[in-house]
């Protein structure tokens, strides 16, 4: 578990790094590009998706909006956003590292032509 959150923090920064380079998906781009992967996947065309894992940031997200918390912030102020903030990096992470894998599937889809051979 703690790998899969050192992973979507490092997802998350090189997202974040990678919008300022020329020519690589900005963070935009990856945001944009989540409901099409959803769509992919509900229809079929994208059986990629990690869907465990994004099953675990739906439940991220509703945990962050949830009035039921484990650190209340009432009570423990800055230690209570912690949580929520750790959380919070980590579905965007988790989210921005399966639109990344989707954008460079769908690039290679571009190259596709039904009936031909690619090398």
């Not at 998706?49 to 991220?60: D, K, N, S, T, Y």
């Not at 929520?84 to 769908?106: F, I, K, M, N």
């Amino acid at each position: 578990m703690a790998k899969g959150r050192v992973a979507a923090l490092t997802t998350l920064w090189r997202a974040v790094r990678a919008s300022r380079r020329p020519g690589a998906p900005g963070i935009g781009a990856q945001l944009a590009a989540a409901p099409r992967m959803l769509g992919a996947s509900l229809s079929g065309r994208y059986p990629h998706l990690a869907r465990g894992r994004m099953a675990l940031a739906v439940l991220g997200i509703l945990y962050v909006i949830s009035p039921i918390d484990f650190i209340p912030e009432a009570a423990f102020l800055i230690f209570g956003l912690g949580d929520d903030a750790l959380v919070t990096a980590w579905v965007v992470g988790a989210v921005l590292s399966e639109t990344e894998r989707y954008l460079q599937w769908e690039a290679l889809q571009r190259r596709v032509v039904v009936g031909e051979v690619v090398r």
